[in-house]
């Protein structure tokens, strides 16, 4: 990021207020929870009913990972930020309480541009779990980056294949994000953004989740996915007032498991110096790769779409192939282009 953008980015998070004390939220109901929207900005009447539209339609895809939200309520800043072409051109977590997620949004974009745009399904997810810290960073992108894609699949905007396209790519970038081949995951997460090490961390993380989906479907027979202990974890565990580490939340779903399948891999995972072997775990998932294709030989794996009826979409249409869309072209420092 250029000094000029820093220093507009940082006017423009200064610049947020009132303070959240003195917010007034509005209440949208979604997926039988709450989402407290913080409006951050000049907004028209058929803007925020866009975006209300759009946050409706991207909660209840977030809630098709085990039955609900992830947390309730989740407060939902949305900050103005014209001009961009991009309908989400950044995005972050707000871990202070209610904890929730911050958009800065381009209200002039069509409602399936906001739809399509992965952002939002990657930053929701985060709040499955609670903030690892910086050390284990990659824990929680990593579970980010395994649902984003996945979400969007089961809420039929993107096909079991191109679901699996756009993870076996994550991991192809994270093979060649290798600059850093002298750190560990665990030495390279706190240094993540001065390394630019985004996609090792990111997609690192989303393997070590994809080998702890495999196995507790085997320990279990086929009868419990990661979406089980992620729903049991939420049940138990997300809202005791504790400070978690990643080990941590991995012993606590261990214990969820009845078997020790995420402590030994976390250690295994942190001491890596680049991402591990993933063909394997494709292949055991059920997927071929061609040629640079993934190839979808066994379907199921990611569980059975249920499309989502969007509404007022005005003929929505798959922006799956769009790099706008995916995040690739967007505007330099947001933390969420990255996957």
């Known amino acids: 990021m250029t000094t000029w953008q820093n220093a507009i980015l940082t006017a423009l998070l200064l610049a947020q207020v ?27 009447s058929p803007q925020r009913a866009r975006l209300r539209s759009w946050l409706t339609t991207v909660g209840e895809a977030v809630a098709l990972l085990h039955g609900q939200l992830p947390r309730t309520p989740i407060r939902i800043e949305l900050t ?15 871990r202070s309480e209610p ?3 911050e958009f800065f949004v381009d209200p002039s974009q069509p409602l399936d541009a906001f739809v399509t745009n992965w952002t939002a399904y990657h930053e929701l997810s985060h709040l499955f779990i609670p903030y690892p810290g910086r050390a284990d960073v990659w824990f929680s992108e990593g579970l980010a980056s395994y649902y984003q894609n996945i979400l969007q699949y089961r809420s039929g905007l993107l096909s079991e294949q191109q679901a699996w396209q756009k993870l076996y790519d994550g991991f192809e970038r994270g093979r060649n994000d290798n600059d850093a081949s002298e750190l560990t995951l665990a030495q390279l997460s706190p240094r993540m953004r001065e390394e630019g090490a985004f996609m090792r961390v990111y997609w690192t993380g989303a393997l070590y989740y994809l080998e ?21 974890f939420g049940a138990c565990c ?11 939340i991995a012993a606590e779903f261990d214990r969820l498991a009845g078997a020790a399948v995420f402590v030994p891999r976390f250690e295994r995972f942190a001491n890596t110096t680049a991402i591990p072997a993933f063909l394997p775990s494709l292949a055991a998932a059920g997927v071929e790769v ?16 249920e499309p989502l009826v969007i509404p007022d979409a005005g003929g929505l249409r798959n922006h799956s192939g769009d790099e706008l869309s995916y995040g690739s072209a967007k505007w330099p420092g947001n933390a969420t282009q990255y996957p």
């Open 18 to 44: 009132p303070a959240l004390g003195d917010a007034h939220f509005e209440e949208l109901e979604v997926a039988d929870g709450v989402m407290l929207l913080d409006w951050r900005g000049e907004f028209s």
């Open 80 to 94: 103005f930020y014209d001009g961009s072409g991009i309908a989400v051109p950044f995005g972050r977590i707000r």
């Open 99 to 101: 904890q929730g997620v």
């Open 212 to 232: 702890s989906d495999l196995a507790i479907r085997e320990i279990s027979g086929g009868n419990r996915t990661l979406d089980a202990i992620l729903r049991d």
């Open 238 to 248: 997300l809202e005791r007032r504790r400070r978690w580490t990643g080990r941590e």
């Open 290 to 305: 061609q040629g640079g294709r993934a190839v979808v030989a066994e379907p199921g794996f990611l569980g059975e779409p």
